[in-house]
C-alpha cells in the first residue's frame, strides 16, 4: 500500500483482507424471476428453480452482470470478455441445490483498486476479483423449540463478492476501506448498502506475524454487519492472535464468529479451503460473454465519480480538498451542495460568484451535517428547501442577521415554524442594526462608559478590544453587526 506504515501491536504486524458481500439492486433473483424484496413473509419469494425442483433450470440475471461491469469500470479493474460460473458445493439446509452458483477460475471482474484517506494520508487497496454469484437462505432458531426453521427468500439472492488483497495492516484502515467500498457501490446504485437488512456486509480474513516473516495463519471473521462491529471484531481477534502466538501456541485456521456482548471472536469451524467446495464449471449455465459494446454502454451510462467530482469541485468551485472529499460522500450529498451553490449564486447578494460555494459547503458540513446527525437522518430526508437555505445564506452574507442569529433562524426553519426566512429573522427579533447612526451612538455611548478599556486597548491589549465590542452587542441587544461595530470602534479609536 502507498501509505505509511501502521504502528505495531506489540511487535507484531497486523495483515487483513476483506471479502465484501454486496447484494446488488435488482428486482428479481440471480437466477430465477423471485422477488428480492425485503421483510416479505417466510418463502414467498422463492420459486421452483431456488427450491431447486427436478427440471428447473437457471437463467443469468442481466441487471446483475450489468452492475457487476459498472463496478469494474469504477475500480479500474479488467472487466472478463468471458467468465464462468461454478458450482460451489458444501451441504447446509437453507441451500437446496446443495451447491451455490458462483465463480471461481474466472471471474467477472479481475483486479482494480479503491482509494480511502486515513489521518489525512491517501491508501490504496488492490482487488484481488469481484464475482458474481448468488445468496443462501436462513435458518431461524428463535421461534422454534428444539427446531429450526428454514426461510428461502434470500436464496437465489444476487451477490457480488468482493476480495481485497491482504494490504490492510489495521482496524482502522480496514474500516475506512469498508466505508469507501460502501459508498462507492450505493453512488453507482448498483447496492443499496443497508447493512441492517445484510445489504452489504463483510467478512475480514486477518493474521499477524513478526515484520519480515511470511503471512501468519489467517482466521476468518464472518458476517459482520456495521463499521463498528467490523473495527471490534478485527481489534478482538488480532488479541487473541497474539496472545496466542506469545504462549507458544498455534493458530489453526478457522471461521469464526463475533460476538459483540462479550467483545470476542469465538470459532465456529476449520476453515475450508477451495479444494474443499470442488469447484466445477456449472453445467447448466454457458460460459458468461460480455461484448466490448456492452462495456461501452455500461461506461456511458455511469454517472460521474466521487473522485472526478471532488476534482471538479476544488477545480471549478475552488474548494478546499476536505471540502471538496466531503461534499462527495453521496450522490445526494453532491446533488443537494450543487443546487445550493447555484441558488445561492443566483441570489446575488452581497458576495462575488466564487465565494458562494464556500459558503454552502460550510453551511452543509456544519449545522447540516449536525442537525442530521443528531436526528439519525440523512440529507434526502432534510426538512428544508434548497431555497430556504439559500435565503438563509444570503442574509447572513448581506448583513441582515449574524452568524449566531442564523442558527436560531435554521432550528426555527428545521422545525417547520415558519417556511419564509425574512419572516421568521423578524418573528425573532434577529434583524441586525442597518442604521449607521444608531450604530455609532451606541459606539460612543460605550466608549464613554469604558475609559479604562479603551486605555488598555491603546496600550496594546487585544483583548480590551474584544471587550469593547461585546459591550456594543449587549448594548444593541445583539443586533449590531460585529464587523461593522468593530470597523467604527476601531476608527474612533484610531485603532
Known amino acids: ?72 469500470l469504477a475500480v479500474g479493474a479488467k472487466v472478463a470478455p468471458l467468465s464462468i460460473f461454478a ?12 451447491y451455490q452458483i458462483s465463480q471461481y477460475e474466472i ?13 489525512g494520508d491517501r491508501r490504496t487497496v488492490r482487488l484481488t476479483r469481484a464475482h458474481l454469484e448468488e445468496d443462501a437462505g436462513k435458518s431461524l ?35 475506512e476501506y469498508a466505508r469507501a467500498l460502501h459508498a462507492l457501490v450505493v453512488w453507482l446504485d448498483i447496492c443499496d448498502g443497508n447493512m441492517q437488512e445484510g445489504s452489504f456486509r463483510c467478512d475480514a480474513n486477518v493474521s499477524v ?48 464468529l463475533f460476538d459483540p456482548d462479550s467483545a470476542s471472536t469465538r470459532a465456529m469451524r476449520s476453515k475450508e479451503d477451495a479444494h474443499d467446495y470442488r469447484y466445477f464449471p456449472d453445467p447448466d449455465l454457458p460460459p ?50 450543487e443546487a445550493l451553490r447555484d441558488a445561492c449564486v443566483a441570489l446575488d447578494a452581497g458576495r462575488t460568484a466564487s465565494a458562494w460555494p464556500k459558503l454552502a459547503a460550510n453551511w452543509l458540513m456544519g449545522e447540516v451535517s449536525k442537525r442530521l446527525n443528531a436526528e439519525g437522518v440523512t440529507i434526502e430526508q432534510i426538512p428544508l ?22 442558527r436560531q ?15 421568521v429573522i423578524e418573528r425573532l427579533g434577529l434583524r441586525q442594526m442597518s442604521d449607521a447612526g444608531a450604530l455609532e451612538a451606541i459606539v460612543d455611548a460605550v466608549i464613554a462608559a469604558n475609559a479604562k478599556s479603551v486605555e488598555e486597548f491603546r496600550a496594546g491589549k487585544d483583548k480590551a478590544f474584544n471587550a469593547l465590542v461585546g459591550q456594543v452587542m449587549k448594548a444593541s441587544k445583539g443586533k449590531a453587526n460585529p464587523a461593522q461595530a468593530s470597523a467604527l470602534l476601531r476608527r474612533k479609536l484610531g485603532g
Not at 417466510?42 to 427440471?55: E, H, K, Y
Not at 471471474?107 to 489521518?119: A, I, K, N, T
Not at 421461534?143 to 429450526?148: A, E, T
Open 385 to 406: 428547501a434548497v431555497e430556504q437555505l439559500a435565503a438563509l445564506i444570503g442574509r447572513v452574507a448581506d448583513g441582515t442577521v449574524s452568524h449566531s442569529g442564523a
Open 288 to 337: 458468461l460473454v460480455i461484448e466490448p459494446e456492452w462495456v461501452e454502454r455500461e461506461r456511458a451510462a455511469m454517472p460521474e465519480l466521487p473522485a472526478a467530482m471532488a476534482e471538479r469541485f476544488r477545480r471549478v468551485d475552488g474548494l478546499p480538498a476536505y471540502d471538496a472529499a466531503m461534499m462527495t460522500q453521496s450522490r445526494a450529498l453532491a446533488r443537494w451542495y
Open 141 to 175: 432458531h428463535e421461534d422454534y423449540h428444539g427446531m429450526s426453521g428454514i426461510d428461502l427468500n434470500r436464496a437465489g439472492t444476487p451477490l457480488l463478492e468482493i476480495v481485497s488483497e491482504p494490504d490492510l495492516r489495521s482496524a482502522a484502515e480496514a474500516v
Open 1 to 72: 500500500m502507498n501509505a505509511p506504515a501502521a504502528p505495531l501491536v506489540r511487535g507484531w504486524e497486523v495483515v487483513i483482507g476483506i471479502e465484501t458481500h454486496a447484494q446488488l439492486s435488482t428486482a428479481s433473483k440471480m437466477f430465477s424471476g423471485a422477488a428480492t424484496r425485503f421483510g416479505a413473509a417466510p418463502n414467498t419469494q422463492a420459486c421452483a428453480v431456488d427450491l431447486a425442483l427436478p427440471g428447473t433450470l437457471p437463467v443469468p440475471n442481466r441487471g446483475a452482470v450489468a452492475r457487476a461491469i459498472r463496478f469494474g
Open 409 to 423: 433562524v435554521f432550528e426555527a426553519l428545521w422545525n417547520a415554524d415558519d417556511g419564509d426566512v425574512d419572516a
Open 87 to 98: 458450482r460451489k458445493n458444501y451441504f447446509y439446509p437453507d441451500l437446496p441445490k446443495g
Open 209 to 256: 506475524r513478526r515484520p519480515g516473516q511470511p503471512l501468519g495463519t489467517r482466521r476468518e471473521i464472518k458476517n459482520l454487519n456495521s463499521f463498528r462491529f467490523l473495527q471490534q471484531a478485527i481489534d478482538a481477534e488480532v488479541q487473541w492472535q497474539i496472545e496466542r502466538l506469545e504462549d507458544g501456541l498455534a493458530i489453526e485456521q478457522a471461521t469464526v
Open 107 to 119: 471471474p467477472v471482474v479481475q483486479g482494480g483498486r479503491v482509494e480511502f484517506v486515513l489521518e
